[in-house]
């Protein structure tokens, strides 16, 4: 992909989750300093190669599966925790990974899920979750709750493939197609696994700091 369109792409896709709107061409026209024309020509091509796409007529578009991918593959930028974040984080990982898991469903306003054996997890962050713009759908509520009676089987899927910190989405996702997990082992013998859970669109910079910050 070319340097002016991966730039079109972060930012639409950051934009995104920022904000949880389809972005226009309007919007991005001051950032780049170009006309909207250029803009809607540029997002048009993304679009045509499945990067991004329109949710519904007369929206800006948002990203593909596609899309998050290529930026998480490409375009990442992932934030350092603070001291302070770090020594929170830190601390509760010592007192019970339970508490870790509370912490960080405080922190990404997301799920969170602990997984201490393939058939012996701990949940928590349902009602934070369900607080995302995504889940005003009724639809997504539903999925959400199917990936929520099936979290043994999810686990049990990838429990023992997990060696290092992964995102997962689309269909690669073992959860659900329409949602997006970040995993990462947090014990030596891998044994111990924290997961968050959540609509694609998510912060990942910020997300991916946190799991740094646990996992070193």
Request: proline share 4%; aromatic share 8%; glycine share 4%.
């Amino acid at each position: 992909m070319e340097k002016r369109s991966e730039q079109l792409l972060k930012a639409i896709v950051e934009l995104y989750i920022e904000d949880a709107r389809p972005i226009s061409s309007t919007s991005l026209a001051a950032t780049f300093e170009v006309s909207s024309a250029t803009i809607r020509n540029a997002m048009m091509a993304l679009e045509t190669e499945g990067y991004i796409y329109q949710p519904h007529t007369s929206a800006g578009r948002i990203p593909t599966i596609q899309g998050y991918q290529y930026y998480l593959d490409n375009l990442l930028e992932v934030l350092d925790c603070s001291e302070k974040e770090k020594e929170e984080l830190q601390a509760a990982h010592a007192t019970d990974v339970r508490d870790l898991a509370k912490l960080l469903v405080d922190k990404t306003n997301l799920a969170s899920i602990v997984a201490f054996a393939p058939s012996d997890f701990y949940f928590t962050g349902l009602f934070k979750l369900f607080s995302q713009p995504e889940f005003e759908d009724y639809k997504m509520v539903l999925s959400m709750s199917q990936v929520v009676d099936s979290l043994e089987k999810a686990i049990n899927s990838i429990y023992h493939n997990i060696d290092k910190p992964q995102v997962l989405l689309g269909d690669d996702n073992p959860f659900s197609a329409d949602c997006s997990v970040i995993i990462a082992p947090i014990s030596k013998d891998n044994k111990q696994l924290l997961a968050i859970l959540g609509p694609v669109r998510m912060d990942y910079n910020k997300i991916l700091g946190l799991f740094e910050a646990i996992v070193k």
